[in-house]
């Protein structure tokens, strides 16, 4: 039986610091070697300017030489002449020869050349002697040059050699400065390995740091500060699902076994039945809603669609909620209109929502105002109650799933189940926009704030009373 192949071993991230360290040194390389091109370029430059300018001084001397009257003996007189010339000049060589090939003068002649003898730089002419009017003659005077090859190329590989020297020790400094300057990452990272979720609340520290991370770091404590209230909320919406899964479970659970306990009649089944599908449609409406809320926070975006006017599309649910109004003995006015694209089946729940919500808290005999307040690219759907006012402190919880704590929102019955002002901040988020709350002299005002979209909202005001 054959093993499973393993696979294969992670490759191993490259450390910063040594790449760090290898650009600066391939840089003071590079830079160390453009110098030394450039110093023995200079020297080169020099070396041949100086070869140039002392052929053309001795060249002028040879003419001068060449241009005088020759004596009687004139052959022997010129080579003498020479000579002295060349005397005390041993990186020099001269060479007379006339156009009939005749050899008139030679300073190499009889000479045994050097075995180390470097190369020759000359210069070539064809001149008269004796005088202007003399015959021609071919003259070659040359110039020994392998001294300055030789310095040449020492100075370059000096150079060269206190380039590779550079480079390296900028490698190694370069190396220990940027070990000191990562101090700082290596800080944090210890200070990351050190978090758990055991220790909530521990932040990474700016101070001290270099200016490029501090951005970071503060990006970085704000995720997390994010990361733990999103954990938080996660533990509470739990505690508070399992709390309001509990008492409908436990009256089914009981109630079944009181049930089962004795024989009963079928009328006496179908009342336990149905206590039990009351208690089951209550369990599948906050399934449902949860299920809702899940969709919302994972990004769900609302199918947006033109509506020419939100207070016919919301005329419905005004319709629905009317009797209920009526019973606490509440009347209900819808104040203004507007349009854009929305998704109109998710606004009339989140206005029904808040119809519901206003109903059970709004005092009797008083007034309940829809009010549909449009601007230039946004439209504002709020509803606004007589009642108990709330704290402020409270106002930012209200759209919080399962928010119970301010007893002047405690819910009136059991079929509420506290999820309608979290699916209405849901809405509004799905649409792009934001829920809003305010408590001021005795009115209590629920909403959401919307962009319209490509529509641009009526400015037209409607009042209606229902």
């Known amino acids: 039986m054959s093993r499973p192949a393993r696979p294969p071993a992670a490759a191993r991230s490259p450390s910063l610091g040594r790449r760090l360290s290898l650009w600066l ?3 003071g390389l590079a830079g160390a070697l453009a110098v030394a091109a450039a110093v023995v370029a200079v020297n080169a430059w020099t070396l041949d300017a100086r070869q140039t300018d002392l052929l053309k001084v001795k060249s002028a001397v040879v003419r001068q030489e060449l241009a005088r009257p020759a004596p009687a003996g004139a052959a022997h007189d010129l080579q003498q002449h020479l000579a002295g010339f060349l005397a005390g000049h041993e990186a020099m060589s001269l060479s007379v020869r006339a156009a009939t090939g005749e050899l008139l003068f030679d300073s190499m002649a009889g000479a045994v050349s050097p075995p180390d003898a470097g ?52 490698s190694v400094t370069g190396y220990a400065l940027v070990r000191r300057g990562l101090r700082p990452i290596r800080a944090l990272s210890i200070a990351l390995a ?58 089914l659970i009981g ?12 009328d006496e089944l ?50 629905f909620h009317e009797p209920g109004l009526d019973e606490r003995q509440v009347a209900l006015v819808v104040e203004g209109d507007g349009r854009g ?23 009797p005999g008083t007034t309940v105002l829809l009010c549909i307040e449009p601007t230039t690219d946004r439209v504002r759907l709020s509803v606004v109650n007589r009642g108990a006012p709330i704290d402020e402190a409270c106002l930012p919880r209200l759209f919080t799933r399962f928010y119970r704590d301010d007893p002047a929102r405690q819910r009136a019955d059991a079929a ?5 002002l979290a699916i209405v901040a849901a809405i509004a988020r799905m649409h792009g926009g934001t829920p809003f709350a305010m408590s001021r002299d005795g009115h209590n005002a629920f909403g959401i704030e919307l962009p319209t979209g490509e529509y641009v909202a009526g400015a037209a005001a409607v009042g209606t009373r229902r």
């Not at 039990?276 to 669609?305: C, H, K, P, Q, T």
């Not at 509420?416 to 309608?420: K, S």
Request: aromatic letters at 4%; proline letters at 5%.
């Open 25 to 27: 040194g391939l840089q």
């Open 341 to 363: 694209d929305f998704d109109v089946a998710l606004l009339q729940r989140a206005v029904a929502n808040l119809l519901s919500n206003a109903s059970r808290h709004a005092l």
């Open 416 to 420: 509420h189940h506290g999820l309608g």
């Open 255 to 266: 109630s079944s076994e009181l049930a089962l306990r004795r024989s009963r009649g079928l």
């Open 270 to 319: 179908r009342e336990v039945i149905a206590g039990n599908l009351e208690d089951l449609r209550r369990l599948a409406f906050i399934v449902n809603d949860m299920l809702f809320l899940s969709r919302a926070d994972r990004g769900a975006r609302a199918r947006r669609a033109p509506v020419p006017s939100l207070a016919a599309a919301l005329s419905d649910v005004v319709q």
């Open 194 to 251: 050190a978090m758990a979720p055991s220790r909530p609340g521990v932040r990474l520290s700016d101070s001290g740091q270099p200016a490029e991370l501090v951005p970071l770091i503060q990006h970085f404590n704000a995720l997390l500060a994010r990361a733990e209230e999103a954990f938080r909320q996660l533990e509470s919406f739990n505690a508070d699902v399992a709390h309001e899964l509990r008492t409908p479970l436990t009256t």
């Open 119 to 170: 190369p020759l730089r000359t210069i070539a002419w064809r001149d008269r002697w004796p005088g202007p009017t003399g015959r021609p003659v071919d003259v070659v005077l040359g110039l020994d040059i392998g001294a300055d090859v030789a310095l040449l190329q020492r100075v370059a590989w000096i150079v060269i050699a206190a380039s590779v020297a550079a480079a390296m020790l900028s």
